[in-house]
């Protein structure tokens, strides 16, 4: 396994990356940044993928066109409106923020990608980004991934960022990444938006197929209300200034590579739904012993969006029967008779945000609570403890297969509601 160290910068991290974050007041309240951009000093190869979601913001839709070639330099984001259901005119505002970005970096519109997140069905002045994107480039330095990580939040309350440095071809790589995400979290790629930035160098193509692989695992595992954004994007930008071969075909090379874009989107995954909005725990459910890679994460997440779980979780409630009730549901063949449930968590952690590099869930308590097919005797006080932990991880074998599959989400609490009851005003 290719050794790959945490270190600091988010998307700045990798060679001729900058980056910033400025105040447009987008939303009038806003009192953060909420615009960032994004730079890569050299045209990048890109990749990307998007919500499933048929209603779709026109920020996705612009950029799905503008990344059809495989190339791009920039990425310009707002916070604060979504950019969605707002028929020609989100259409033109989308494009003239991609036009003044492309004027002010000195490149093609066709070459910026546009993110926008906040209230769906609301116009938003356009004016606000271009009277100051000038500002916006002015700005762009190695340090300014702490401006920008801030710009994309809406209802987050952490920031969401991490960088690796690895090797390929005896040349030093980096990857750094940023993201949001706390509500309307039911990733289903193809309101989460999040960029990769890396230095490797390999092609459109093969960036394209790594970056769809590894989806499938990490952020498609993530679940925090069931609800698919309109504006869900990824986008992955290889810059080539590590000055690897770069990776053409499914060698070493790509292996390496693909491993360490698991490792990063896995811990962004864990940030979000960690984050989730109102959340009080991170809840990770791995499925062992299914028939297959997609079965057992089909299971798991089907436990992870059960609202029922996810009450149970808030109550710290080991109410296994609720997680079977999940799994009977979701279409999925398992055998009952042959499925046992534990409860693990680790008292001494931290919370995922300060400790993402070592951070385990499993850890100094387990409780089984059901055992092929047989409830078992329940210590209710020891049950109360584990599931309190700020990590809690629900871990289900199966006697159907040697397959496994791991989901994350977090559990449903009263301020959920409050957040969402009056999310626009």
Avoid at 86 to 99: C, P, W
Avoid at 162 to 167: D, I, N
Avoid at 310 to 323: H, P, V
């Amino acid at each position: 396994m290719q050794k790959i160290n945490f270190i600091d910068g988010g998307v700045c991290a990798p060679n001729g990356f900058t980056a910033n974050g400025i105040l447009c007041h987008i939303k009038e309240s806003r009192t953060k940044n909420d615009t960032a951009l994004v730079f890569s000093e050299k045209p990048c190869n890109v990749a990307g993928v998007f919500t499933k979601n048929r209603v779709q913001a026109e920020s996705v839709k612009l950029t799905r066109k503008n990344i059809a070639d495989g190339k791009a330099q920039a990425l310009i984001a707002i916070s604060g409106n979504a950019n969605c259901c707002t028929g020609a005119q989100g259409a033109e505002n989308a494009l003239r923020m991609a036009q003044c970005t492309a004027k002010e970096c000195g490149i093609l519109p066709e070459d910026v990608v546009v993110y926008s997140t906040g209230v769906i069905g609301a116009q938003f002045d356009v004016t606000k980004v271009e009277n100051n994107i000038k500002t916006l480039k002015e700005g762009l330095s190695k340090e300014g991934h702490k401006e920008a990580r801030i710009a994309i939040m809406t209802t987050d309350t952490q920031f969401k960022e991490a960088a690796v440095e690895f090797s390929i071809g005896g040349k030093t790589c980096r990857m750094g990444t940023m993201c949001k995400g706390s509500g309307m979290i039911h990733i289903n790629m193809g309101t989460m938006l999040s960029v990769i930035t890396t230095d490797c160098a390999i092609s459109s193509k093969m960036l394209d197929k790594a970056l769809h692989e590894s989806i499938l695992g990490t952020y498609n595992c993530v679940s925090v209300d069931g609800d698919t954004s309109t504006n869900d994007s990824l986008t992955i930008f290889a810059n080539g200034l590590a000055g690897n071969k770069e990776i053409t075909q499914q060698d070493e090379d790509y292996k390496t590579f693909l491993e360490t874009l698991n490792k990063l989107n896995t811990v962004m995954a864990k940030k979000i739904a960690a984050d989730g909005e109102g959340a009080t725990r991170l809840v990770e459910c791995n499925v062992k012993g299914a028939k297959t890679v997609e079965d057992a994460r089909g299971l798991a997440k089907e436990i992870i969006c059960s609202s029922l779980v996810k009450a149970a979780m808030f109550g710290s409630d080991a109410n296994f029967g609720r997680f079977l009730c999940a799994m009977g549901y979701s279409g999925i063949d398992f055998d009952p008779d042959k499925t046992s449930i534990w409860f693990t968590s680790n008292e001494n952690s931290k919370r995922f945000f300060e400790n993402y590099d070592d951070f385990e869930v499993h850890g100094n308590n387990s409780i089984l609570v059901y055992k092929d097919g047989v409830p078992v005797e329940l210590d209710e006080d020891l049950a109360k403890k584990i599931m309190s932990e700020q990590a809690v991880e629900i871990l289900v074998q199966c006697g159907d297969g040697n397959a496994c599959g791991t989901a994350w989400g977090c559990d449903l609490t009263y301020d959920y509601v409050k957040i969402n009851g009056d999310y626009r005003t």
